[in-house]
């Protein structure tokens, strides 16, 4: 008996560094007698969006184990694990009069593109 079982992988968190202000607990005298708190910064990082062309392999590791694991528990051995890999790309032409153009064409412009890890297939087996 042989079983697919399929693995996504998700893309990376992009991070980005969030200065915020945090009270020390002390307070100062104002120059009206008035208390006023006093404050410090701190940073920290703050997820800012998910990034388009790297994979969270960490994520991806640990939920490859995870799918071994739970085949195993059924009594599968692991025969294999095949990657499939997606693409994209993005490009950019210019048109002589100075205007832009997104139709791949003409001009002059820029063009990338790149792939990445979409998911991983782990091929099983279990004798019956």
Same mark, same amino acid.
């Given at each position: 008996?042989?079983?697919?079982?399929?693995?996504?992988?998700?893309?990376?968190?992009?991070?980005?560094?969030?200065? +915020?202000?945090?009270? #020390?607990?002390?307070?100062? #005298?104002?120059?009206?007698?008035?208390?006023?708190?006093? /404050?410090?910064?701190?940073?920290?990082?703050?997820?800012?969006?998910?990034?388009?062309?790297?994979?969270?392999?960490?994520?991806?590791?640990?939920?490859?184990?995870?799918?071994?694991?739970?085949?195993?528990?059924? *009594?599968?051995?692991?025969?294999?694990?095949?990657?499939?890999?997606?693409?994209?790309?993005?490009?950019? !032409?210019?048109?002589?009069?100075?205007? #832009?153009?997104? +139709?791949?064409?003409? *001009?002059?412009?820029?063009?990338?593109?790149? !792939?990445? #890890?979409?998911?991983? /297939?782990?091929?099983?087996?279990?004798?019956?």
């Amino acid at each position: 008996m042989k079983k697919v079982i399929h693995v996504p992988a998700y893309f990376s968190p992009v991070m980005k560094r969030k200065t +915020k202000k945090v009270p #020390t607990g002390e307070y100062k #005298t104002g120059i009206f007698g008035g208390q006023k708190e006093i /404050l410090k910064k701190e940073d920290e990082w703050v997820q800012s969006g998910i990034s388009k062309s790297e994979i969270d392999s960490a994520r991806l590791a640990k939920d490859l184990e995870e799918s071994i694991r739970s085949a195993e528990v059924d *009594g599968f051995a692991v025969i294999s694990v095949i990657p499939i890999i997606s693409g994209s790309y993005n490009h950019e !032409s210019k048109i002589a009069s100075g205007g #832009t153009e997104n +139709k791949g064409y003409g *001009g002059y412009g820029y063009g990338y593109g790149y !792939s990445y #890890t979409d998911s991983l /297939l782990v091929l099983c087996s279990k004798d019956t």
